[in-house]
């Protein structure tokens, strides 16, 4: 099982950010293109989930006991093959297999197939929906573990995401931690512009939420507001709103206007590389 870092280990949690977004960058040379940019948006708040607040035990990802970890975007996959690298889940070797036949780090999540992977991705709004269903069937086993689970501003826009927010609160799921990615981005433009979902904390906790909102790219700041979600005392679920910055870590890719699917030029690649060598050191 995983030790508990505090805050007095935050270097080490940014050197496993640092990491994390490697790990991503690696995979994405493999094919030269993809949701590259969430990837690094996310890094810190993965960092935080799988090597501060989360039990698992790397040797034996189908522990009972483990805290659960769902991702609702599936195309957010590369980010969290990441992750589950750097955990020791999946062995570092299996970083080149990204994205080809047979390989069991498939662009878009799939459980049949990656270890640590507990739901497949896709048709996005779905995720919150089935943490509801895992974190309440937990409940009724009387189970210690939690649900942790990720989705992006754009499913705000699905109908489906809000019905579950209802639900989670309705069966007052205290074991039920969500991260929203607020990047503001989607695939036909701002998320903003497409389907307007501001004061998303007032709504949340309109609806039932402890709601927190943070700058997802501050570690400390990604720390503190699993601290507190984990220790609220209120029978609610918990929500973390989590501002990020598109492409974190690779100046040149902070600054392109649309980052939801990229394709990065040979010569780049180690430019990113370089970028994030020099610029994340912890």
Not at 61 to 87: K, M, Q, T, V
Not at 153 to 175: F, P, R, T, V
Not at 184 to 190: E, M, V
Not at 213 to 228: I, K, Q, S, T, Y
Request: aromatic content about 8%; overall charge negative; glycine content about 10%.
């Amino acid at each position: 099982m995983m030790a508990t870092p505090t805050l007095a280990n935050a270097p080490t949690l940014a050197q496993r950010a640092r990491n994390i977004r490697r790990n991503a960058l690696l995979m994405g040379e493999v094919q030269g293109q993809g949701y590259i940019a969430q990837a690094l948006d996310i890094a810190d708040v993965l960092a935080v989930a799988y090597f501060h607040a989360m039990r698992f035990r790397a040797e034996d990802p189908a522990w009972e006991g483990r805290d659960r970890f769902l991702l609702s975007n599936g195309h957010y996959a590369i980010a969290l093959y990441a992750a589950l690298i750097e955990a020791g889940i999946i062995p570092e070797t299996e970083l080149e297999s990204y994205g080809f036949d047979d390989s069991r780090l498939p662009m878009s999540g799939m459980a049949s197939y990656t270890p640590g992977m507990e739901m497949s991705g896709g048709s996005l709004g779905l995720g919150l929906a089935i943490a509801v269903g895992m974190a309440l069937g937990l409940k009724r086993k009387r189970s210690a573990s939690r649900i942790f689970t990720l989705f992006s501003d754009g499913e705000l826009d699905e109908g489906s995401k809000w019905e579950a927010i209802m639900s989670a609160a309705h069966h007052q799921l205290d074991n039920l931690i969500a991260i929203v990615d607020v990047n503001n981005q989607q695939a036909d433009g701002p998320s903003k512009q497409m389907l307007g979902f501001e004061p998303l904390v007032d709504k949340l906790a309109a609806f039932g939420w402890f709601v927190q909102r943070v700058d997802g790219n501050d570690l400390g700041a990604v720390v503190g507001a699993f601290d507190a979600a984990m220790a609220h005392s209120e029978p609610k679920p918990r929500m973390i709103v989590a501002d990020t910055l598109m492409g974190k870590g690779v100046p040149f890719l902070e600054q392109r206007e649309k980052n939801h699917f990229i394709r990065v030029e040979p010569h780049e690649w180690q430019l990113a590389l370089s970028a994030l060598d020099a610029g994340e050191q912890p």
